[in-house]
């Protein structure tokens, strides 16, 4: 399983851009990279995920560095709502199970 | 109308006693799991069944035991409770099984034991 390093927190301001960045130096060549969040209080939501290319879904945007070796998960307006903890996985298609590290708590200000 | 439903949301019990948790899905999903998160918020997958079928089952002490009666449930029964079990536990669902397919989480059941 790859590790992953994440800042343990970041700030932001609302309606500001936010990157979130992710290293995970040793994945392999297979394992697609999935963002999970956990909102105070509920259980981990999904926000995206991908293999090599950029992604972008309703949620954010996501970057892969082209060696794959760190990816950015990008929140084009923050809102209050998107305060939580955000969690880069690395994992095989084929895997069945998603491996949580420590993420990282985003605080979003008025 | 939830997708993926847990009760209770909240059960305090004794130690040494037997408790159930229940978990239902109406996303017509193949796969459901078991997660905890304990008191350092450190999640861990614990159990996953697909199609009815235990697929994984980490380490857990035999103490606790899914069961899968359907595809759209999957309780966790934890007999001879102890203090270290302490935690939530969260039931999730996906359309099948691997990663590349979108997880869906409950809200959560926060044991404590006493």
């Known amino acids: 399983d790859a590790k992953t390093t994440q800042p343990n927190s970041m700030e932001s301001n609302e309606e500001e851009p936010v990157h979130l960045p992710c290293n995970h130096s040793?994945?392999?060549?297979?394992?697609?990279i999935h963002w999970y969040r956990q909102l105070p209080s509920q259980g981990p939501e999904y926000v995206i995920h991908?293999?090599?290319s950029n992604v972008n879904n309703r949620m954010a945007s996501l970057a892969i560095a082209e060696d794959r070796k760190s990816s950015t998960l990008i929140l084009h307006r923050a809102t209050l709502r998107d305060a939580a903890v955000y969690y880069c996985?690395?994992?095989?298609?084929?895997?069945?199970?998603?491996?949580f590290g420590t993420g990282t708590r985003l605080q979003v200000f008025p | 109308d939830t997708a993926v439903s847990q009760t209770p949301k909240y059960l305090v019990t004794q130690m040494g006693n037997d408790k159930s948790i229940k978990c239902e899905q109406n996303?017509?999903?193949?796969?459901m799991y078991w997660y905890k998160q304990d008191s350092k918020k450190f999640l861990k997958i614990m159990f996953s069944?697909?199609?009815?079928?235990?697929?994984i089952n980490e380490t857990v002490p035999n103490r606790f035991s899914p069961k899968s009666p359907d595809k759209a449930h999957l309780n966790l029964h934890i007999n001879s409770l102890e203090l270290g079990d302490s935690a939530v536990y969260f039931c999730?669902?996906?359309?099948?099984?691997?990663?590349?397919?979108?997880?869906?989480f409950g809200q959560g059941t926060r044991l404590t034991v006493v």
């Open positions: 996985i690395p994992g095989a298609y084929n895997t069945d199970k998603l491996i």
């Open positions: 999730a669902s996906s359309l099948y099984r691997g990663l590349n397919t979108e997880a869906f």
């Open positions: 069944y697909n199609n009815k079928e235990l697929i």
């Open positions: 996303l017509g999903h193949d796969t």
């Open positions: 040793t994945i392999s060549g297979t394992d697609y």
């Open positions: 991908g293999l090599t």
